[in-house]
């Protein structure tokens, strides 16, 4: 199977090719450059392995939540491509992404979602070694995010770099560490969309939708 991933919600832009479980992927911390890199990067990959898109099984994305410029370039470009080719859409939790490439087999994923909010999400790893969710992603104060019950649990992601000691006092007890310098990934993206694939999870591009967690994008001015 060859499935094409990517992933721009957050600072990091991404692009994966697994093709039968052999992975290829670009990397780049790019904030506000993931629409001059992320389309550079799949015509690299697609050369690097010598075939076209049209020869693509389908793809996944990143959908978020994140950013809401860069789930809504993830979108754009996997409608795009995926129209063009007629291709089916797996799209994959960011939050998934970045504990599926986390390492641990439990991980409490968050990022900045700014306005003083994470976006969080709990994962633990399954016997085929992917992440499934504990409980619901939301977005949430990061004083008030659900901890799952349990110890062993590893942080993730840049909302831990912003709110350390409160996420920490939070799950106080319950983690072992974290780290707020990792990032979701397209290759795990890949790794993700291709389970969801052969579960019959793909959808037409016109379902390939964002998902932000959070209907306010602004601050409203207090009076």
């Known amino acids: 199977m060859k499935l094409l991933s990517i992933e721009t919600a957050t600072d990091a832009c991404s692009a994966a090719l697994s093709i039968d479980g052999e992975l290829r992927a670009r990397f780049e911390i790019a904030p506000r450059a993931h629409t001059e890199r992320i389309l550079p990067m799949i015509d690299e990959l697609m050369a690097e392995a010598g075939i076209t898109v049209a020869q693509v099984d389908a793809m996944a994305f990143g959908c978020g939540p994140g950013a809401f410029t860069g789930v809504r370039i993830a979108v754009g470009v996997t409608q795009g491509i ?16 970045l504990a599926q ?50 110890n062993d649990w590893q942080g993730a992601g840049a909302g831990w770099a912003a709110y350390d000691a409160i996420l920490s006092a939070r799950c106080a007890g319950q983690l072992t560490s974290w780290d707020g310098a990792s990032f979701p990934h397209a290759r795990d993206v890949a790794l993700l969309g291709v389970a969801g694939y052969e579960a019959g999870q793909g959808v037409s591009a016109e379902q390939a939708l964002p998902v932000y967690l959070r209907d306010k994008v602004t601050w409203k001015k207090i009076r």
């Open 82 to 97: 995926a129209f063009a080719a007629d291709l089916p859409v797996v799209p994959v939790s960011t939050l998934a992404a």
């Open 101 to 150: 490439g986390a390492g641990g087999d439990r991980v409490l994923a968050a990022l900045d979602a700014r306005m003083n909010e994470v976006y969080w999400g709990a994962y633990q790893r399954n016997a085929a070694g992917l992440m499934e969710r504990v409980g619901e992603e939301c977005v949430s104060p990061p004083d008030n995010v659900p901890c799952p019950p349990g």
